[in-house]
C-alpha cells in the first residue's frame, strides 16, 4: 500500500521550534510535498522534496531520506497564526495525501 | 480573483436531492481534482481527470459523478443526496510537471 503516517495532534509554545513528521513505504513516491491547512479553508502550498536533504524557506524547511520513507517539516520561531493542520502528500499521479496532523501554539 | 472558484461556497439540501458542485480554474491545467474532507479522515479523493476526455475514480466514488466541461470546469454531482455525505468539498488543479496541486476555497455541504 501507500499509506502515509502523520502523528494526529502536536502542541508547540510560541517562540519554540516544531518537527512534524511524516513516513510512508519507500517505493511508489518521486517525491513528498507539504501542505498548511487552516481549519476551514483550503490546503496551500509549503514545499517540495525530490532529493534527499533540507530545503529551507524562511522559518520553514521539511527534509527528505527516500531511503528510509521519512521526511520532517521543521517550523522555527512558532507564532500563532502558525495554528493549522500540516498535511503531508507523498507524488504520485494523483498526489496521496497523509490524514494531516493538527499542530496548536499556545502562548 | 481566486484561480481554483468553486461553487455554491455553502450548501444546506435534503436527504434524495440531486445536487452539483461546480469547479472552474484559470490556471490552464489540464488536471483537476475532487476530494472530500471529514474530521479525522484527511481528503480523499472522489474523482480526477487528466483532460477534458478523461474521468477516472478515486477511492471513494461511490454515489457522486463528474462532469468534465471544458478544461476549465469540472462539475461534481450527487444524484441523490444523503446525510453522511455532508463534508467540506475540495477541487483542486495541477499541471504535468512538478504535481502541485492548487486547492478553490472549498464547499461546505449539508445533507439533512
Known amino acids: 500500500g501507500q499509506n502515509i503516517d502523520q502523528p494526529t495532534e502536536m502542541t508547540a509554545t510560541e517562540g519554540a521550534i516544531v518537527q512534524i513528521n511524516c513516513t510512508y513505504q519507500?517505493?511508489?513516491?518521486?517525491?513528498l510535498f507539504w501542505y498548511q491547512q487552516h481549519a476551514g479553508e483550503a490546503p496551500t502550498f509549503l514545499s517540495y522534496?525530490?532529493?534527499?536533504g533540507l530545503e529551507e524557506k524562511g522559518r520553514f524547511s521539511s527534509f527528505l531520506s527516500r531511503s528510509k520513507g521519512y521526511s520532517y517539516l521543521l517550523l522555527k520561531e512558532l507564532q500563532m497564526k502558525d495554528s493549522a493542520s500540516y498535511l503531508c502528500?507523498?507524488?504520485?499521479?494523483?498526489?496521496?495525501f497523509g490524514k494531516g496532523t493538527r499542530l496548536s501554539v499556545i502562548a | 480573483d481566486a484561480d481554483v472558484t468553486q461553487t455554491p461556497r455553502n450548501r444546506i439540501t435534503k436527504t434524495g436531492k440531486r445536487i452539483m458542485l461546480e469547479c472552474s480554474q484559470t490556471?490552464?491545467?489540464?488536471?483537476m481534482y475532487w476530494y472530500r474532507q471529514d474530521p479525522g479522515l484527511g481528503l480523499r479523493l472522489i474523482y480526477y481527470?487528466?483532460?477534458?476526455?478523461?474521468?477516472n475514480k478515486g477511492e471513494i466514488s461511490d454515489g457522486y459523478s463528474v462532469s468534465r466541461q471544458a478544461q476549465a470546469k469540472f462539475s461534481l454531482s450527487l444524484e441523490s443526496a444523503i446525510p453522511n455525505q455532508t463534508a467540506l468539498y475540495f477541487c483542486?488543479?495541477?499541471?504535468?510537471?512538478?504535481?502541485?496541486?492548487?486547492f478553490g476555497a472549498g464547499t461546505r455541504l449539508s445533507v439533512l
Open positions: 522534496n525530490v532529493l534527499d
Open positions: 481527470s487528466f483532460d477534458v476526455k478523461d474521468i
Open positions: 483542486a488543479t495541477s499541471d504535468q510537471g512538478q504535481g502541485e496541486q492548487y
Open positions: 490556471k490552464g491545467h489540464d488536471r
Open positions: 502528500a507523498g507524488r504520485r499521479t494523483p498526489l496521496v
Open positions: 519507500t517505493s511508489g513516491f518521486n517525491g
